[in-house]
């Protein structure tokens, strides 16, 4: 397994999913020497809404990946559906982009070969030590050691790095189907208990996935509560098998320990309903790559707080709003009757509008839902 392969590496990077390979990508743009493991073969598929925001688009972009290079489709704002009610509104500035997951990951394993990442695909990872890992049965020394294998880590465990500030989870069931997509928007559809959202990947396929607290519910099981929807899905046939995954919302205390960091889902997450989860990583690799060449994990840690900040009070409203179906009626009619509202809570979402800003929308939205 490493015949051909360098004995040691300044960066070793455990995981080769997104944050993986954009944490790897990152640290070459820093001139760092990267290995990449990964227990499974390209293109690895997952669980996943497929959407990526405007602010992750720009993420993506800083570091070299262009989205539309992989045929990812355009979509231009969110639209929020609840019974007979729909409310959109669309992005301040630039578009979001659905791409099925094989692709993005195709195209990321690309750029980060091109980049000069040393690759190594079918190899697990199967303990840490002070100055390397063990790899494929081997020892491999690393200066840095980066654990991006995903929610359920073992390098978080290895590393002690295991303690929350806050954990909790949902349960995501994702389905493709095989039908033009019949608007430019991602669409969130609401009921008691669980949502499905819907994003366009290309001119011919849509991804549903149904997200909720309750870890039995499929897709064939909730589709009857959204009869219009389950009609149209019905008619267009399904295009991949149903796949499933934990939506975890969970905060570290840290994310670094020693010469080991977590990146990814690894080092926390935001509940999938943000479609913030592919941002936010992009967002560490270039944070985590900065903090190395200054050779201060800190400053990693500093970063990561920060940039988890805006996704998290966005997760926690919209977990608000699937708590409380009252409220949520209340809401999406204060956004129907002005749609200032929304469009502001989505410019917040992508990162256009400052907290203060928040708190303006914030007492506004409140005022319209006591006069309705
Ligand atoms: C249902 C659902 C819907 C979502 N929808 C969206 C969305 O619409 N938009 C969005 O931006 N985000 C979404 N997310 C979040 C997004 O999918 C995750 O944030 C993202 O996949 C995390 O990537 P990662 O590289 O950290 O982890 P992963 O993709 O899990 O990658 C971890 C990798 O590590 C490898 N690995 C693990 N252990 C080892 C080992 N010991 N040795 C070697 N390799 C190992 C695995 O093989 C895997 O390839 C969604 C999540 C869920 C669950």
Redesign the pocket.
């Known amino acids: 397994m490493m015949s051909g392969l360098a004995q040691s590496t300044d960066v070793f990077v455990?995981?080769?999913?997104?944050?993986?390979l954009a944490a790897a990508i990152a640290a070459r743009h820093r001139g760092f020497d990267v290995t990449v493991?990964?227990?499974?073969q390209p293109p690895?598929d997952?669980?996943?809404?497929?959407?990526?925001?405007p602010d992750?688009v720009a993420a993506a972009r800083a570091l070299g990946i262009s989205l539309d290079e992989a045929g990812a489709r355009p979509f231009r704002g969110i639209r929020f559906c609840d019974r007979d009610l729909a409310v959109e509104a669309a992005f301040p500035q630039g578009v979001g982009f659905g791409i099925r997951r094989t692709a993005l990951h195709e195209l990321m394993a690309e750029r980060a070969a091109q980049a000069g990442v040393r690759m190594m695909w079918g190899?697990?990872?199967?303990g840490l030590e002070r100055d390397g890992v063990r790899v494929a049965g081997e020892f491999l020394r690393a200066r840095w050691i980066v654990g991006?294998?995903?929610?359920n880590?073992?390098?978080r465990r290895w590393a002690g790095l295991d303690a929350c500030a806050r954990d909790s989870r949902r349960y995501?069931?994702?389905r493709h189907y095989r039908i033009a997509p019949w608007s430019d928007f991602m669409e969130i559809h609401w009921s008691d208990g669980c949502q499905l959202?819907l994003?366009p990947v290309s001119d011919a396929e849509v991804c549903v996935?149904l997200?909720s607290s309750d870890r039995r519910q499929r897709l064939d099981h909730v589709l009857p509560r959204f009869p219009l929807l389950a009609q149209r899905l019905a008619a267009a046939g399904a295009a991949s098998s149903e796949r499933g995954?934990?939506?975890a919302s969970r905060r570290l205390a840290r994310v670094w320990r020693g010469n080991v960091a977590l990146?990814?889902?690894?080092s926390g997450?935001v509940d999938?309903i943000t479609?913030?989860?592919?941002?936010?990583?992009f967002q560490h690799a270039v944070a985590l790559a900065d903090a190395l060449a200054a050779d201060d994990l800190e400053s990693y840690q500093a970063a990561h707080r920060r940039l988890g900040r805006r996704p998290e009070l966005m997760a926690d409203l919209m977990l608000l709003l699937d708590r409380h179906g009252r409220l949520r009626s209340r809401v999406l009619h204060a956004f129907a009757a002005r749609p200032s509202l929304l469009s502001r809570m989505l410019a917040l979402h992508v990162g256009e509008l400052s907290f203060f800003d928040t708190a303006a929308n914030g007492l506004a939205l409140g005022w319209r839902m006591l006069t309705l």
């Open positions: 455990i995981g080769g999913g997104p944050a993986g493991a990964d227990r499974s690895i997952k669980a996943c809404g497929e959407g990526i925001m992750g190899a697990s990872v199967t991006a294998d995903g929610g880590s073992v390098v995501g069931f994702r959202y994003t996935v997200i995954g934990v939506s990146v990814g889902d690894a997450s999938a479609g913030e989860g592919l941002c936010l990583l």
